[in-house]
């Protein structure tokens, strides 16, 4: 199985969690809040799908992620989950939708692949995310041969562009014309099902693809959605009747019919989970200076070789970085290879040209491997479709004038990371854009702009792009750096200047290095001149100064000088962890120390919710199910219910097509330890021969109490049963964990507090899903004015408390800075209850050194259980500090309470 990165797993939990309310309730649109509710986010309203043949109840929602991200490998698994937790079954047919054919040929060649990671994740799936097991992957031609048994053997994904389903298209009339193939998918059609089949002039059903996927009701994964968009095309996939649509893309729709973004990765996220390269470092030069700007290019790539050899050496990782030019003139390739060779020295074979007239990449497909020559790629409007190499590290355009499309597409192919892995050198983790312009300010505005159209918000792109200062290449310059001589600077007068500049400038005495952090106004320029002697060092110092200034208004600051963030100033922030003490070690105190609390489930209360009733499915729209005498599956046409629902009416459609298969009590135990433990997953303390002891008497139970003489009416309904026994074992894992945890609040218990052990913010990855967007001016949090995930209204207009909160520690005296502690990332601070980890609101530390730790709570929730944990395992980390931590717990907007506990001394 592939491991997953933690966004990747935050999205398909994301996913998880909207499937399985819509099979619980039918309401996507409350599914849909619910998930952003607990995400942390005011919720954007549901908007249902508007078009003949798809149902407002139809579950559709999109999963935003920036180029990078791994869209494709996270569709894999949104497949598997649709399939399971949506149709509740145990295969299904899947709509795979791509944007272009050479797309779908790659697509479908790598999901076919037995050895390809997408094929791995469709059959095995990941910890956490259960696969498909027996998978068959067709093209759309393929498809018009699918005989019955195949789809009823196993999943069966055809992979297709969304003008394949259109009439006027040769392979759509293909789609919906006669096809005898699919003469025997309709023999036996359920009655209630009669009426979803397209019919011939015979009145008759058709034989024909389409109706084999009505009748399927097929899930729909878009992938790359903002290339397959229109009413035109959500009207075309209405033809098919699909049970849901799940949408892949880095730029959602935003107009006419808005996409129901469900979650959004964030440019921090994929930073953290080593996926892309970031920061993106920026050159100009003049028109005058093309020759220069292509030479310094060259250059660099060949810098960044010899960097890429030392890090195999050390790390066995073979890379071997690309230099992508776009060249003036389609005509002018030839000569720009011709000069390159005859210039630089380079050979004919490591250069390529890619463009429409002469593709030199088409059929390569070893440009990864040590024994390809390619170094430089030379194209003019964009790189040939579905062409994607991470050793793409540097682009050089040569043209002054540019379209947005052809920058857009190009900055796309340096962002991937090789290998998904950090590098030693950190000049290998960035990417670098050469520019012609006589503006840096329009470059930087043409970049920002292509990074949006690759999945990164307006204030990623501004964070993202680094302008490098003129001469100041080779690598490992910071473009807010200068470095002078012993002679050029007058040290004496640079630590006193620096000194009283608060921060804003830093100085390195041993490399004579002055690093500017923030624009600087005229007294505070002069002061920082006054740092070094010759007029040629006080030009040097004064552009850098200017730079600063003009770069900060380029990313829509007001250029006027700031305090810099205390992160900006590399000052440490230590908080220290709660933890258990051992043979004289310290382990930080997370859940499996309650899993050391012996228990038995067994011997646990087997009944289920009251509720729960097996023989009382949720009502269809239409038609009946039922278990005859013979233990078969009876289906007929029945009146409509008055509370009938979408996924109701999916879910029997879904059992009338399957298989009844021979069910045991044992095959039924198996089936719902599988599917509740895949792998061994989830199981924790409780060994597999107590859940299926436990599985025993809960199937024995209901048999016994609702009189059912034939496991088979059970099997019927195992997933609804999945999730009720699911439900039943939490709450028996929760009280159990609930005593354990009690005995480590005691105080003869092992917890601790030691500064050995501890996170530190200023060496934590900081990623937020989303950024500050109000116009309240942050002072003193830690990363800057925008605080993380912190939203300043409610739907309704008004302030919301932890808003106001943040505010109160922003203006606290006693509070030297603070961090908004990001819920659910593994750089935040948090603490466990008997449930899971705890994530406080802020974390601050105070002027005299201690660290406070502050979780806001609304007057409804201040008395609840949950609250009642969080406010003891507080204190409890507060009190083994030994003073040094403290706990508080606001609510109601009383911050009094929080003054009291920093004035204490």
């Not at 037995?114 to 791995?120: E, V």
């Not at 895949?678 to 008497?697: C, D, M, N, Q, Y």
């Not at 601790?752 to 500050?772: D, K, Q």
Request: aromatic share 8%; charged share 25%; proline share 5%.
């Amino acid at each position: 199985m592939i491991t997953l990165k933690d966004y990747q797993k935050r999205v398909l939990t994301s996913l998880s969690g909207f499937f399985r309310q819509c099979s619980r309730d039918g309401h996507p649109a409350d599914a849909f809040l619910a998930v952003q509710r607990k995400n942390g986010r005011n919720p954007a309203p549901y908007i249902p799908v508007v078009a003949t043949g798809l149902s407002r109840e139809m579950p559709y929602a999109c999963l935003r992620v920036p180029t990078g991200g791994g869209k494709t490998l996270l569709a894999c698994h949104a497949a598997s989950l649709a399939v399971r937790e949506l149709l509740h079954a145990e295969r299904g047919v899947v709509l795979w939708l791509v944007p272009s054919n050479t797309i779908l040929d790659q697509t479908a060649d790598a999901l076919r692949d037995p050895r390809h990671p997408y094929r791995r994740a469709l059959e095995q799936g990941a910890p956490g995310f259960p696969g498909l097991g027996s998978v068959e992957v067709v093209t759309i031609e393929e498809a018009l041969r699918l005989s019955r048994a195949t789809v009823e053997g196993q999943t069966v994904v055809i992979v297709s562009t969304i003008q394949a389903f259109r009439v006027e298209d040769t392979t759509g009339r293909k789609v919906y014309d006669q096809n005898s193939a699919f003469a025997e998918h309709l023999l036996n059609v359920p009655a209630d099902r009669l009426a979803d089949l397209l019919t011939g002039a015979d009145g008759k059903p058709k034989p024909s693809l389409v109706n084999m996927l009505r009748l399927r009701r097929p899930i729909v994964i878009v992938d790359e959605a903002h290339n397959a968009r229109t009413d035109l095309s959500f009207a075309t996939l209405g033809n098919v009747l699909p049970s849901g649509i799940v949408e892949f893309t880095a730029t959602p729709a935003r107009s006419k019919q808005p996409s129901n973004v469900l979650h959004h990765v964030s440019a921090a996220e994929l930073k953290t989970a080593e996926m892309v390269k970031l920061p993106l470092r920026v050159i100009t030069r003049h028109p005058s200076q093309r020759d220069q700007l292509l030479a310094e290019a060259v250059t660099l790539r060949a810098d960044l070789e010899k960097l890429a050899i030392a890090e195999s050496q050390q790390t066995g990782e073979y890379l071997r970085p690309l230099l992508l030019i776009q060249a003036e003139r389609v005509d002018a390739c030839e000569g720009l290879r011709e000069r390159i060779v005859a210039e630089f020295g380079i050979e004919k074979g490591e250069i390529k040209i890619s463009t429409g007239k002469l593709d030199e990449l088409k059929g390569v497909t070893d440009i990864g491997l040590p024994r390809s020559p390619i170094r430089f790629i030379i194209t003019v409007e964009k790189l040939r479709e579905g062409w994607d190499c991470p050793f793409a590290y540097v682009l050089c355009s040569l043209k002054e004038t540019r379209s947005a499309t052809a920058i857009e597409q190009i900055v796309g192919r340096i962002l991937r990371l090789p290998g998904a892995r950090t590098k030693r050198h950190p000049d290998l983790n960035c990417a670098y854009a050469f520019s012609v312009s006589d503006s840096l300010v329009e470059v930087l505005a043409e970049l920002r702009q292509a990074l949006e159209s690759n999945g990164f918000t307006a204030a990623e792109a501004e964070r993202i792009i680094i302008p490098v200062v003129q001469g100041t290449l080779p690598l490992g310059a910071q473009p807010q750096t200068v470095q002078f001589t012993h002679d050029e600077l007058n040290l004496p007068a640079a630590r006193t200047q620096v000194a009283e500049l608060a921060g804003k400038v830093g100085l390195d005495a041993a490399t004579g290095e002055i690093t500017v952090f923030v624009p600087l106004d005229e007294d505070e320029t002069d002061k920082l001149a006054s740092c070094v002697r010759s007029p040629e060092a006080k030009a040097k110092l004064a552009a850098t100064v200017a730079m600063v200034r003009e770069m900060d208004k380029a990313f829509g600051g007001s250029g006027k000088t700031r305090l810099p963030s205390p992160y900006e100033q590399r000052l440490d922030f230590r908080v220290p962890l709660l933890c258990v003490e051992e043979n004289g070690l310290l382990f930080e105190f997370e859940s499996t120390f309650l899993l050391e609390h012996p228990w038995k489930l067994s011997e646990k209360d087997a009944s289920l919710a009251p509720v729960y009733n097996p023989l009382l499915r949720p009502a269809g729209k239409a038609g009946y199910l039922d278990v005859g005498e013979k233990g078969e599956v009876k289906t007929g046409v029945a009146q409509e219910s008055p509370d009938s629902d979408f996924v109701a009416t999916l879910h029997q459609q879904v059992l009338q097509l399957g298989n009844k298969g021979d069910w045991t009590l044992e095959a039924l135990v198996a089936w719902l330890d599988r599917h509740m433990f895949p792998s061994g997953e989830a199981r924790h303390e409780i060994t597999g021969g107590e859940s299926a002891e436990f599985l025993r008497k809960v199937i024995r139970g209901l048999m016994a109490k609702f009189g059912i003489s034939d496991v088979s009416v059970l099997a019927l309904d195992r997933f609804r049963l999945r999730d009720e026994i699911e439900k039943r074992i939490q709450q028996h894992r929760d009280s159990e964990r609930k005593v354990a945890f009690q005995t480590f609040l005691l105080p003869e218990s092992m917890l601790t507090v030691g500064e050995e052990r501890s996170i530190n913010f200023m060496t934590m990855s900081y990623e937020p899903t989303w950024l500050y967007e109000g116009g309240f001016q942050f002072r003193k949090h830690y990363f800057g004015p925008k605080p993380g995930e912190l939203e300043e209204l409610t739907q309704h207009g008004n302030l919301k408390e932890e808003f106001q909160c943040a505010q109160f520690l922003d203006g606290l005296p006693e509070v030297k800075f603070w961090v908004r502690n990001l819920s659910g990332k593994s750089t935040s601070f948090r603490l466990q209850t008997s449930t899971d980890w705890f994530y406080p609101d802020f974390v601050c530390q105070l002027v005299d050194g201690r660290t406070l730790v502050v979780e806001y709570k609304g007057k409804d929730r201040y008395d609840s259980a949950d609250s009642d944990e969080k406010r003891a395992v507080g204190a409890v980390w507060a009190s083994r500090s030994g003073g040094r931590c403290l706990f508080a717990m606001p609510t109601d907007r009383d911050f009094s309470a929080v003054t009291s506990f920093v004035k204490r001394i």
